[in-house]
């Protein structure tokens, strides 16, 4: 008798732990949602304009931008990862 209440208890728990561990991992999924990467465009119209107006992508060629990007990468302190994304947008951008 008592043992039935016992295992069922014990099921219970598991049970639990299951659905804590499950909500743990769906939050931890979310919270990377919301940091969710931004595009190259919007990252060209924030970053770009903070220093000076922002660059028309008509304005260089694809080797040009480049060069650019690298520059500014340097001078605003961009991460690799975002400079990437922004230069992609700007030669895609740029009818080369
Ligand atoms: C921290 C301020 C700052 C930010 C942010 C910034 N720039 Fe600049 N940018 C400058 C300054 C200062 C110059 C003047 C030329 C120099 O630095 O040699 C310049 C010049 C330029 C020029 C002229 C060509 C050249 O290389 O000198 C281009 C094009 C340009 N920036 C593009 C960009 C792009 C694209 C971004 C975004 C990724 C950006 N800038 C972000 C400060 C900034």
Known sequence: MGNGILKNGKKGLV??????????LHSCKTGEKVAVEKSGAELW???????????????YSDDKWETVSMHM????????????????????ANGD
């Open 73 to 92: 990468k340097v001078r605003a302190n961009i991460s690799t990862k975002e400079i990437e994304l922004i230069k992609q947008f700007l030669q895609s």
């Open 15 to 24: 049970a639990m732990a299951i659905i804590l561990i499950a909500f743990w």
């Open 45 to 59: 119209s924030e970053q770009c304009s903070r220093c000076h107006n922002m660059p028309d992508p008509t304005t």
